[in-house]
């Protein structure tokens, strides 16, 4: 997302030192802390370049940072390519290859670093010199060579494809269409289309639009002083030459007249992601402003706000309920969000509408409104540790037009914020009546929930409203174990099933540039073996089980097994187990039609004999299970964990899928490719051997 959004989440630490404290009394709020902050010295060249200048010789280092100061830019049928301009850019020169370039920086024990809006460098002052001359190669010569897009596309589409599943993704994707709109470039979202489209030239185009001299701020604060700093910078950046930059001028998205509830239906989740959110009207440095931050601090910004306390410590709903309120010199946004079971998601929701309509109307306590203040009083006083931050304040001041004693006064501005500003900040900027409460989780189950909340319209991962009235019914009569049946004569039939008495399947897969290979063996009745090596040689997991017992290492090591995993892998490790699910002691029930990539599916819910849950579904006209979900517990609830299955192929009679998609977290996802399959040949019993 090209906003820049800062939330103000600060979190609270009361002290507990002393051993006499009148808890029955709010604590009394202390004087406005006196912050001296030190002024930059500042020269600008005959280019436009504005330079601040921030000394600390505290240790012999130095950074410069540059921004670019210009409006965002709509990227339409190419969205993505803005957020690849920094990686190009440090991607190889005019006179340094990409490697020459990372030695050089690394010989020095510099580091530099670029971005579609800025450039960053720092390094010993001693070596600021040769800093400079690597920063302004990057800056003034790329080369952007076409081979190394590539790479860069390939990547990003890699991440998008993660991002398919990944409900906290489509979250904000959702959140972002919607607040924005698409004809905004706040927003417009990267798609895998979108990335194909992206070229050399539009990278070159907006480099050469938009890093010109005249809307650029630098800020140079370490070991130097200004007059050093006038020489460096008139060496390296006076021949760069100033042009007139665009413009744009884009419509204000507006809330909408009433609560719009968006859903995107996850079938295999076992948690909802709800986002209330829409846009505001608060611009940098306005009065409301620090209003605001003392307002989103104490509804929730931090462990001890309302709704971290309502949601998470009174109801037990999630493990974190936030908001923030955000400022922006276009438009700023209110966001309030948390990831909840699916059983409480209305629940959660009108907890969360409880809250933004009691900051609206009732006063905040003399407490709430003090450990903001001090929350806030302290990361403030943190944040001038940093001496980049006295640069940032100074930039910042030129950029937003601020008043010069803006920042100095910030903490006293805060200090006098009441009770009554806070009421009248929410009354203006909290707005649960035009808003889109977006939630992402399983809509067979929370939809109807949801209605009493506003209209419901359902969106697909990317926001575009669709009507989901396209699926399929359920023939009358249809069963799970129908289901099941079709699935096994789509594959085989139940008599050449039964015929296999084992099978070995070997796959390859790669991961961040390394290679894997997963080897599945199984032998009749149910012993098998799963094995996970990378590179062909280095072991990095390994299940066995003996048709009595199980082994498990993780990279050499042997796991911990309990009595549940062992039953669960009597019933895993069977050639095909849906042939005898209910002489096993699982039961099945039919679920759903749910969508699974470009079809429908029929949705089975399985109960193994542990109590060991799961999914399966089955293409309502191949019959062929197309996805698995597992369902496990972890510390933090129930997780679900799913597999696709792709790209059926005929082996010895038998339709086995010989692509397997696995998400693994944030962008990553390991697509398992099978490259051989061997049914009834010989397996040694000592290949099951267990410890």
Known sequence: MKKITIYLLSLAFISSAFAQVDRTKAPEAGPAPVIQIGKPQTFELKNGLKVFVVENHKIPRVAFSIVFDHEPVMEKDKAGYVDMVGDMLRRGTTTRSKEQLDQEIDFIGASLNAGANSVYGASLTKHEDKLLELMTDVMFNPVFPEEELEKIKTQTISGLAADKDDPNSISNNLATALTYGKDHPYGELTTEETVKNISVDDIKNYYQTYFKPNIAYMAIVGDIDKKEAQKLVKKYFSKWEAAEVPKPVYETP?????????ISDKPSAVQSVIDITYPVDLKIGTPDVINARVLNQILGGGFSSRLMQNLREDKAYT??????????????????SASVRNDVTDSAVYQFVYELDRIRKENVTDEELNQAKSSINGSFARSLERPQTIANFAIN??????PE??????LKNVQAVTAEDVKATAQKYILPDHAYFTVVGKASEIADKLKPFGEIKYYDIYGNEYTPSDAPAIPAGLTAEKVIDTYIEAIGGKDKLESVKSIKTTSEAEIQGQKLQITSTKKAPNKSLALVTMGGVMELNKRIFDGKNLSVYGQGQKMESSAKDVQDASINALIFPELNYARNGVTVKLGNVEKVGDSYAYAVDVVLPSGTKQTSYYDTKTGLKVREVNYVTTPQGEVAQKVDYKDYGDESGILLPHTIIIPLGGPMTMEAKVISVEVNKPVDDGLFKTE
Request: glycine share 6%; no cysteine; proline share 3%.
């Open 319 to 336: 493990y974190g309920a936030r908001s923030s309120l955000s400022s922006d010199e276009l438009v700023g946004d209110f966001s309030a």
């Open 254 to 262: 507006k809330a909408p007249e009433k609560t719009i509830v968006a």
């Open 397 to 402: 001041t030129a950029r937003y037009n601020l």
């Open 405 to 410: 004693d803006y920042y100095s006064n910030y």
